[in-house]
């Protein structure tokens, strides 16, 4: 089944404690991406990726980080999160660029 | 002016009613648009893609673009409850690889 996983789906931690959500493909898609989702803000996208090790910076790309190591992975670090990036993270693959496909969301909460 | 700007809704139609649901976009916009469907607690879904002028037609759905106006419309036919969610619109950045998203309408679809 054609599918985009992340992991953790949920996740409360405190400020400035590194974490990684992992995002994982099966698709072979040459492009990934990461968003969040506030209410009333809608989709923001964070950084997005073109292919192995091609990265670059969506529209709120501030306090994280990205790497494209491997085709299939692309997985997102907050280096010191703050509650300013508590929201709803998905990540999302594309063959082309265009549709995305979306994997199930991770919710995060910085205390 | 917001890039992709909707009507946040919530827009409620009687079951077996046409939804139509709006988009307006800026300059910074390419011409590569999308509809994507969320309901509750989930992930974002394609539903339709447009590329040119004009109409599109999938199913129940119609997808409209009207370049000189700077906007985009989905048509929802013969609207069943199941249609209840919120519909996001979104177009791919001019010249580059960025979607960006509006903050979706609220649609409610009443038996």
């Known amino acids: 089944e054609a599918q985009v996983t992340q992991n953790p789906r949920y996740l409360i931690t405190v400020t400035g404690k590194k974490l990684t959500v992992t995002c994982s493909q099966n698709?072979?898609?040459?492009?990934m991406s990461w968003y969040r989702q506030d209410p009333g803000l809608g989709l923001r996208q964070i950084y997005y990726?073109?292919?192995?090790?091609?990265?670059d910076k969506g529209d709120v790309p501030e306090g994280y980080k990205v790497s494209r190591k491997e085709k299939r992975n692309f997985p997102l670090i907050l280096e010191s999160p703050s509650p300013n990036q508590t929201s709803l993270y998905f990540c999302?693959?594309?063959?082309?660029?265009?549709?995305?496909?979306f994997g199930p969301g991770t919710r995060l909460t910085v205390l | 002016q917001k890039e992709v700007e909707q009507n946040s809704g919530p827009l409620s139609v009687p079951e077996g009613a046409i939804a139509s649901l709006n988009c307006t976009y800026s300059d910074r916009v390419s011409q590569s648009f999308f509809w994507y469907r969320q309901y509750s607690g989930k992930s974002p879904e394609l539903i339709m893609s447009?590329?040119?002028?004009g109409d599109k037609e999938d199913g129940r759905f119609t997808a409209q673009l009207n370049k000189a106006s700077q906007y985009v419309s989905l048509l929802i036919r013969d609207s069943q409850p199941s249609d209840s969610a919120t519909y996001l619109c979104a177009g791919r950045n001019t010249g580059g690889f960025k979607t960006i998203f509006g903050a979706g309408t609220r649609l409610f679809v009443k038996a």
């Open positions: 999302a693959s594309s063959l082309d660029g265009t549709g995305w496909l």
């Open positions: 990726s073109m292919n192995v090790e091609v990265t």
């Open positions: 447009i590329y040119s002028n």
């Open positions: 698709m072979n898609h040459e492009y």
